[in-house]
T-cell receptor
Framework: AQSVTQLDSQVPVFEEAPVELRCNYS??????LFWYVQYPNQGLQLLLK??????LVKGINGFEAEFNKSQTSFHLRKPSVHISDTAEYFC???????????FGKGTTLSVSS | GAVVSQHPSRVICKSGTSVKIECRSL??????MFWYRQFPKKSLMLMAT?????????EQGVEKDKFLINHASLTLSTLTVTSAHPEDSSFYIC?????????????FGNGTRLTVT
């Protein structure tokens, strides 16, 4: 069975600081990995995804993530955050059959000035 | 890009009544749609997988008779919360994947905030 662990429930940072949101997964098969962002009372927006190929994946809004198979991790990074990046971030996994996503519990990123 | 429209965005209903939530894929066809439930400060919990033209597949612990899912066409799935109770109050989100698009990601609707009084 697949599962996702987001190690930090809340991450407070100052504007223009770098940030890393951690995600570890477990799966018995090959995986697809995703990061989604959710703003209050809204649905989810895809930030980036790893399907295959290069382990460094670049997404929207300046975010990137690195797939590390040996450490079963897919941490999300941004070198300089903005106030507008304040939101809930979810890491998710699915298998290659394209089934439903399994989500982590989310990390609340709070950016202050 | 692919758009999933969910309606209504907010609904308040009285205990004992039923509420229908619609999920439409606006510019693509989706043989499979997924329904999630999100509690405050919690992750998204998969409720069921909705397959066009067949019965939905429910996750363990989800009451089939309470959460009725109908996927009548390639662009529409509905979730009906029957005989709603205050504990059914939650944020419901649907998602869909394009048919025939290799490695297509899930596209999410904007969610429906259900409040049962």
């Amino acid at each position: 069975a697949q599962s996702v662990t987001q190690l930090d429930s809340q991450v407070p940072v100052f504007e223009e600081a770098p940030v890393e949101l951690r995600c570890n997964y477990s799966s018995s098969v090959s995986v697809y990995l995703f990061w989604y962002v959710q703003y209050p009372n809204q649905g989810l927006q895809l930030l980036l995804k790893y399907l295959s190929g290069s382990t460094l994946v670049k997404g929207i809004n300046g975010f990137e993530a690195e797939f590390n198979k040996s450490q079963t991790s897919f941490h999300l990074r941004k070198p300089s955050v903005h106030i507008s990046d304040t939101a809930e971030y979810f890491c998710a996994v699915s298998d290659q059959a394209g089934t439903a996503l399994i989500f982590g519990k989310g990390t609340t990123l709070s950016v202050s000035s | 890009g692919a758009v999933v429209s969910q309606h209504p965005s907010r609904v308040i209903c009285k205990s004992g009544t039923s509420v229908k939530i619609e999920c439409r894929s606006l510019d693509f066809q989706a043989t499979t749609m997924f329904w999630y439930r999100q509690f405050p400060k919690k992750s998204l919990m998969l409720m069921a997988t909705s397959n066009e033209g067949s019965k939905a597949t429910y996750e363990q612990g989800v009451e089939k008779d309470k959460f009725l899912i109908n996927h009548a066409s390639l662009t529409l799935s509905t979730l009906t919360v029957t005989s709603a109770h205050p504990e059914d109050s939650s944020f419901y989100i649907c998602s869909a994947r394009s048919v025939g698009v290799l490695n297509s990601p899930l596209h999410f609707g904007n969610g429906t905030r259900l409040t049962v009084t």
